[in-house]
């Protein structure tokens, strides 16, 4: 019977920041929710884990059957964060440098994930794959294939493209041979999490350079990293404390599109006044620029002949 139910009723929250993290954040089954109204208005009120950072039906694919339609959810991205929640706990405890390379394996794709899982990405995704299968329409009417891709196809498309990004294995390889750091934090300031949490260089490389990295906090207390060379990842972690937490939280809320989570309200103000304020690069919402740009610059030479 509750199989058969599950089957029935696929689960519609996607979420793109996993519950086993956000939970750090909460007491008594509650984290302090920082959102955007639509005037632009940054509120604070307690929420539930589950009820944040999803998006609803986010990875679904629109035409396949009920059966089938919620697959990108139920078998790539949950089993992606089930696998990262026992990870998460490791590294919690201090056990960065005991993890196996299965472990390394299943982390790195969880911090993968994070890039691109977001509404802000899925949306750039969508938006890029469509404007491919446009242009791809006149060579299909040339081969005699018909004048478009199904929409179904499309969809399809697009969340094939997503686990290729997702399970690259160039980039993950080179995520997992970097330096992995975790710290736990005594200062009285906690980090935070928000719907884009990550730190990584504005001017340089995420990955694959020696001034590359990538932070997350993992708890409002520990924080990891990994970094492009050892003696990089040993001096991001030595910094005093408070700058190291004001780092990371300028990048988490700066970073926030319509999201932070907060454990207390000590520095509600900060986030209020930093929310969303840095750019955010997004791969996906750049290749969507790029082939809209690439589009109308056909157009316009078209119209000049």
Known sequence: MDMQSKIQNPPWR?????QFLLDEWATGGELLRYYRDWRGDVHCEPKSPKGVCFGRDLYKTEGFPSEHAQQMETIFMQRIDNAAANVHARLLRGEVDALSDQECTEWARFIMSLIFRTPLDILGLREAVALQAERARPLMEADGEGEELPPVAVQDLQMKILRHAIDDHERGSTLINMHWRVLKTSNSRELWISDWPLDVPRKAAWL???SSYIGLPIAP???FVAAGT???ADRLVARPQRELILTQNRATVGHAQNFVGAKTPKAGQFIKANFGGLPRFSVTQSMAEKYRIADEATQESASDE
């Open 208 to 210: 694959g350079d020696p």
């Open 221 to 223: 207390d520990v924080w």
């Open 230 to 232: 050892k003696s990089f």
């Open 14 to 18: 996607h979420h793109f920041i996993p």
